[in-house]
């Protein structure tokens, strides 16, 4: 197989970006609840300031760590892989805050 050494490199280049990422600086809590805030509380909350959505959408509400928590896994996908929250973006979300909540949830979606 003269394709080997080749395909060896780029596991090993696939394994040392997914260490290097993985082991990036713990995101705090209060980094990704001041995201949440910003971009996703006007819908998902027990009293939405979003007059399109007086309800939180999916009974999704993040006006809490013990929430931002539960639903941590989900707003990971949604927000960096599916990218669809916030809703066609209405909150204005940027690309260093989708990274951010991201790398809240690699980093172990620490709460206080
Ligand atoms: C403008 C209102 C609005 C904003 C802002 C918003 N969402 Fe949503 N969200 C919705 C609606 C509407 C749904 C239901 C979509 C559906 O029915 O598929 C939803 C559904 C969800 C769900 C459940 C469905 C799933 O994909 O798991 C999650 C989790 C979620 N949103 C996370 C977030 C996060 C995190 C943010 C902020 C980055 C955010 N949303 C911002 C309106 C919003």
Redesign the pocket.
Known sequence: MRSAPLFTAALWGTLAAVVFTSCGKPVSYAEARA??DR??????SAH?A?R??PI???G?M?DTAAQMKQ?AR??Q???TV?R????????G?TDE??SL?GRWVDTGARIP
């Open positions: 995201v949440v971009r996703c509380v006007e819908c998902h939405p979003s399109a959505f939180a959408p999916k999704v993040l639903w989900r707003i996908a949604s927000v599916e669809t929250m916030p809703l066609a973006n209405m909150s979300m805050e989708r909540l």
